[in-house]
């Protein structure tokens, strides 16, 4: 292609340069991100400054930093923020242990692997929509199986969305459900790339099972669960669906995470600019997850070589 | 030795059998959901929950048609034409996003620029934000050009949503590859577009084949920025099921449940044929062969 332009020259020559390849090829990719992403990204950056109403025709005026003042004073963000983070911890923390769990099961071959492979990875390929409004009706008290099974054990009327804590536990179990796979795949594919021999010379030593696992396996899916932590960490962050349809943010607001909150600013009260400022925020606690995610990533890929 | 390899990393017919309980009960969840696609309404919210029942296919039939009480005409819906979307928008803008992804990711892995690193970050930062952070001025936008509502819209913002992971695992894949071979070609007299197309892409494909089981699995149900940017006409599958939650009569479990089973089909199909590629895309790329 850079030849048959060479020789035409003008424009051609100088698009097809081989020096300018690297940049032709990048550019489709960037374009299509600029456009959809990046521009975006900068026009709310800038609505943060105003005191735009997305429902109001009044011209928008500026504001300087007043909306990140007031957001960060608000104590109401604080609290949503705490909720985010216990909701984050305890379904990561979850997660992980699922996750681990499924993939030293899953490390051996063994006859229909694949398919009851599947078994597991389905939970992954629901929609957040259908998760939460199945879970809801399994807490359900009277419909619910949860509470059915529950009831029969203790005779008593089990209510989990009803106190705060319960409503938490909910939300956790449902997204930790569906997103524990997820942690497995990581956690199998460190298990994969442990070489074999390490294994043999460990029989060999005669190690226990503990210090096989400690000194030979735990060193090669460590990076990979610290990958998969930050991944699901910085996901559930993000978490907007399946709170919204199991509990509204309910009882009052105790499981209104960050995300509820910014959808609720933005589209029930219409303070776009309120909003906008909020998002940077939780933004900005995003980059520096995924500046550990990639520091993260890195180490892996040392590690490998 | 060779029951030694056996006790390292093989099992026989026993193990199946207990990892196949242990799945199935990780995997009740969807089974009751499936279940419930072939109850009546009453068995549906039966007190106590049946697990036993007289199945019906109705659901699956309302999916497709209603009938009006008062009048007992059949009218088909326009779910048809939501799952028809749904592939349509998913399969397209995970396509094109592996085509734009792998020319970047060629370019970053081959030619890096001044800035390499850089690029990258911000690539793979757009990917991480919270949708919300873009999702009004996205919606103006889109009201302003008129793609509100139209295909071209959805798809380029979810090929736009699938590049960075493209870009950033393609790139893994080509960097494993010994670029001196491609060199050696180059100098033989390969041209540059046979050197990309005859020697990278056939030792990528398993790399390709990985990053669109995840793009398509992360695409499938994508839900806020669907509901806020299709129209009647371009609405998917997971708008359509929210859309059934409304009414005065409750939640209609039973059409919910047909609607989340037939959508389920196609994703685990695909899933299952491309199983061990999905284990090296989650990882970035950072297994080694």
């Not at chain 1, 340069?17 to 992403?37: E, H, S, Y």
């Not at chain 1, 928008?60 to 007043?66: D, H, N, V």
């Not at chain 1, 995470?257 to 219409?270: D, E």
Request: glycine residues 6%; hydrophobic residues 55%; proline residues 4%.
């Amino acid at each position: 292609m850079a030849d048959v332009a060479k020789k035409q020259g003008g424009f051609g020559a100088w698009l097809f340069d081989p020096k300018r390849r690297g940049a032709l090829l990048v550019t489709p990719a960037i374009v299509v991100l600029f456009v959809m992403n990046i521009f975006p990204l900068m026009w709310s950056f800038g609505l943060s400054f105003f005191n735009y109403k997305a429902s109001s025709l009044k011209v928008p005026t500026f504001r300087g930093l007043s909306n990140y003042e007031r957001v960060l004073s608000d104590e109401r963000v604080w609290e949503r923020f705490q909720t985010t983070a216990l909701i984050v911890g305890s379904s990561v923390l979850m997660q992980l242990v699922i996750g681990f769990l499924l993939a030293l099961m899953f490390a051996k071959v063994f006859p229909m692997r694949r398919i009851v492979l599947m078994l597991v990875l389905t939970p992954m390929m629901l929609s957040f929509v259908s998760v939460g409004v199945f879970f809801k009706l399994f807490y359900e008290p009277t419909f619910g199986i949860v509470s059915y099974v529950i009831n029969f054990f203790t005779e008593d009327h089990f209510v989990l969305l009803g106190s705060p804590g319960g409503a938490i536990a909910g939300i956790v179990i449902a997204d930790a459900w569906m997103w524990s796979p997820f942690v497995m795949l990581l956690v199998l594919a460190g298990l994969v790339s442990v070489p074999k021999y390490l294994y043999e010379a460990a029989e060999i030593d005669r190690a226990s099972k503990w210090r096989t696992f400690r000194t030979i396996t735990f060193p090669y899916i460590k990076s990979l669960l610290l990958l998969a932590v930050l991944f699901r960490t910085i996901e559930t962050f993000k978490l907007f669906d399946i709170v919204y349809i199991i509990t509204e943010g309910g009882p009052g607001s105790s499981t209104e995470t960050i995300a509820v909150y910014l959808y609720r600013t933005a589209f029930q009260f219409f303070k776009t600019s309120q909003s906008s400022a909020l998002a940077y925020i939780v933004l900005f606690i995003v980059i520096v997850l995924t500046n550990l995610y990639l520091y993260a990533v890195n180490q892996r890929a040392e590690e490998i070589d | 030795m060779a029951r030694k390899y056996r006790e390292i990393g093989k099992a026989g017919w026993g193990y199946t059998a207990i990892t196949t309980i242990v799945g199935f009960i990780y995997f009740s969840p969807v089974f009751w959901i499936i279940l419930t696609a072939f109850k009546t309404r009453r068995d549906a919210l039966a007190v106590p929950p049946k697990l036993f029942f007289t199945p019906t296919l109705d659901n699956f039939m309302s999916v497709f048609y209603r009938t009006s009480i008062t009048t007992g005409n059949s009218q088909a819906t326009d779910m048809g034409l939501y799952f028809f979307n749904s592939i349509f928008i998913a399969f397209t803008s995970v396509g094109l996003a592996i085509i734009l992804g792998t020319l970047a990711a060629y370019a970053f892995s081959r030619f890096p620029l001044k800035g390499n690193d850089t690029y990258l970050f911000i690539i793979l930062t757009t990917r991480m934000m919270p949708p919300i952070v873009v999702i009004i001025p996205i919606f103006l936008m889109f009201r302003l050009t008129g793609l509100a509502g139209s295909y071209w819209g959805i798809m380029l913002l979810y090929t736009a949503f699938n590049i960075p992971f493209s870009v950033w695992l393609i790139k893994s894949f080509f960097d494993e590859l010994n670029p001196e071979i491609e060199d050696a070609a180059r100098m033989d007299g390969s041209s540059e577009r046979r050197v990309f197309f005859g020697f990278c892409i056939p030792q990528i494909l398993a790399g390709l084949a990985a990053t669109f089981v995840f793009g398509l699995i992360l695409t499938w149900n994508e839900f806020l920025f669907a509901l806020l940017l299709t129209g009647v006409e371009t609405r998917t599958v997971p708008v359509a099921m929210a859309r059934t939650l409304g009414g005065e009569v409750g939640v209609d479990y039973g059409l919910l449940a047909a609607i989340v089973t037939l959508f389920l089909i196609p994703i685990f199909f695909v899933t299952f044929l491309l199983q061990n590629q999905l284990l090296r895309g989650v990882t970035f790329g950072t297994v080694k062969k």
